[in-house]
T-cell receptor, first 111, second 116 residues
Framework: GDSVTQMEGPVTLSEEAFLTINCTYTATGYPSLFWYVQYPGEGLQLLLKATKADDKGSNKGFEATYRKETTSFHLEKGSVQVSDSAVYFCALLYGNNRLAFGKGNQVVVIP | GAGVSQSPSNKVTEKGKDVELRCDPISGHTALYWYRQSLGQGLEFLIYFQGNSAPDKSGLPSDRFSAERTGGSVSTLTIQRTQQEDSAVYLC??????????????FGQGTRLTVV
């Protein structure tokens, strides 16, 4: 079935470093793709989205491009801040309006 | 409030007991979802309500799980005869008319259920 795979394990990096979190998907047709973020003590919130191939979603300095040829939607940010420490989930919309989520990546930014 | 509200925020229950988890969606949102987040796992879809349509229950893991949505607003997720593997964070989300292209789902902060 439709699914999302995120890279394994937490990500620890220094402030101002470049962040990449890999996300690949398996889907029939052309799903919409999302990145959600969960800051400490808060609920999940939408970070960015892309609804068709080659679309680029962007928000708060984060970007992700919908790549149909590689079935990927990698999240990137050029210079992370301590406040970006959170758990990041890749998701796709499939079937009867259901979101399928990856396992999430804990990102820790060290000052 | 302005967001999705879930209660209780934490629930500890004994194995075999029944529990009810409540979700108050954002006013005017016709779509409501329940997900489960287990330790080290992604979010697992449980059930989806859309307006007056029959709910999509395909994600419920067993017949011990059920959910209702009264009056198109508040929803209750019920777990009967709880087991230790039911321990997880249960998340509720709502959106305007489903998560069709461009529509955003808003999540509550979840209920952390611990079965001892």
């Amino acid at each position: 079935g439709d699914s999302v795979t995120q890279m394994e394990g937490p990500v620890t990096l220094s402030e101002e470093a470049f962040l990449t979190i890999n996300c690949t998907y398996t889907a029939t047709g052309y799903p919409s793709l999302f990145w959600y973020v969960q800051y400490p003590g808060e609920g999940l919130q939408l970070l960015l989205k892309a609804t068709k191939a080659d679309d680029k979603g962007s928000n708060k300095g984060f970007e992700a491009t919908y790549r149909k040829e590689t079935t990927s939607f990698h999240l990137e940010k050029g210079s992370v801040q301590v406040s970006d420490s959170a758990v990041y989930f890749c998701a796709l919309l499939y079937g009867n309006n259901r979101l399928a989520f990856g396992k999430g990546n804990q990102v820790v930014v060290i000052p | 409030g302005a967001g999705v509200s879930q209660s209780p925020s934490n629930k500890v229950t004994e194995k075999g007991k029944d529990v009810e988890l409540r979700c108050d969606p954002i006013s005017g949102h016709t779509a409501l979802y329940w997900y489960r987040q287990s330790l080290g796992q992604g979010l697992e879809f449980l059930i989806y309500f859309q307006g007056n349509s029959a709910p999509d229950k395909s994600g419920l893991p067993s017949d011990r799980f059920s959910a209702e949505r009264t009056g198109g607003s508040v929803s209750t997720l019920t777990i009967q005869r709880t087991q230790q593997e039911d321990s997880a964070v249960y998340l509720c989300a709502s959106s305007l008319g489903g998560t069709g292209r461009g529509t955003q789902a808003f999540f509550g902060q979840g209920t952390r259920l611990t079965v001892v």
